[in-house]
C-alpha cells in the first residue's frame, strides 16, 4: 500500500510564486525522496534526505525533513513554467523498494 | 548513455492475448524494478529483482510474470491480459538498493480491450 501521501493533489500558482508540496509517510524511513514526472514522460530524481537529515537544497528546491511528524515538505522557489509537472515523494523503508505516494500536480501559469 | 529502455512504448491487447515489455539498462546496475502507474493511485510495486536470476514479488504481481536472465534486461510477462491491467508501466533500476536515486524508463502505455 501506498506510504507517502502528497498534499495537495493538484497546486496552481503564477510563475516566479514559490510552490510547496508536503508529504506524509506512515513508518520509519531511512530515506525520503522526490521525484518530478512530467506529462507522458518518466519519473526524474530531484533529491534525496535521509533520515538523520532535517533539511536540504538543490538549486531552488528546499527539501525538509521531520521524522517526529512523519512529514516532508519540497519547497519550489521562482517557479517557471518549466516547473509544471507531478511531483511524486518516495519513501525507503529499509527494504530493496522505494514507495511512492499520489503525487502533486503543479501548474505554473506564465 | 541509453540508461533505462523500455519496448514498446505502445501496444494494445485484446483480452485474454500474451505479451512481454522488455525493460533494459546500460548502466550496470544490480536491481531493477517494473511499476504500473494509473490515475489517482501513484506508482505500485509490480515485481523487482536484485540481482540476475532473482525476482521478487511487489505490491501488486498478480496476472505478471518477470525473468531476469540477464543482468541488463528485465521482462514483464502478461499471459492473459485483461482489462484491469490497462495501465502505465514504467521500469526502474537503481546500482543497489537505498543508495538513492532510481534512473526510469519513459513508460509503456497498454491498452487491454
Known amino acids: 500500500s501506498q506510504q507517502g501521501e502528497e498534499d495537495p493533489q493538484a497546486l496552481s500558482i503564477q510563475e516566479g510564486e514559490n510552490a510547496t508540496m508536503n508529504c506524509s509517510y506512515k513508518t520509519s524511513i531511512n530515506n525520503l525522496q522526490w521525484y518530478r514526472q512530467n506529462s507522458g514522460r518518466g519519473l526524474v530524481h530531484l533529491i534525496l534526505?535521509?533520515?538523520?537529515?532535517r533539511e536540504k537544497h538543490s538549486g531552488r528546491l528546499r527539501v525538509t525533513l521531520d521524522t517526529s511528524k512523519k512529514s516532508s515538505s519540497l519547497l519550489i522557489t521562482a517557479s517557471r513554467a518549466a516547473d509544471t509537472a507531478s511531483y511524486f515523494c518516495a519513501t525507503d523503508e529499509g527494504y530493496s523498494t522505494l514507495t511512492f505516494g499520489k503525487g502533486t500536480m503543479l501548474l505554473v501559469s506564465p | 548513455n541509453a540508461g533505462v529502455t523500455q519496448t514498446p512504448k505502445f501496444r494494445v491487447l485484446k483480452t485474454g492475448q500474451s505479451m512481454t515489455l522488455l525493460c533494459a539498462q546500460d548502466m550496470n546496475h544490480e536491481y531493477m524494478y517494473w511499476y504500473r502507474q494509473d490515475p489517482g493511485m501513484g506508482l505500485r510495486l509490480i515485481h523487482y529483482?536484485?540481482?540476475?536470476?532473482?525476482?521478487a514479488k511487489g505490491e501488486v504481481p498478480d496476472g505478471y510474470n518477470v525473468s531476469r536472465l540477464k543482468k541488463q534486461n528485465f521482462l514483464l510477462g502478461l499471459e492473459s491480459a485483461a482489462p484491469s491491467q490497462t495501465s502505465v508501466y514504467f521500469c526502474a533500476s537503481n546500482l543497489f538498493a537505498n543508495t538513492g536515486e532510481l534512473f526510469f524508463g519513459e513508460g509503456s502505455r497498454l491498452t487491454v480491450l
Open positions: 529483482s536484485v540481482g540476475e536470476g532473482t525476482t
Open positions: 534526505i535521509r533520515s538523520n537529515e
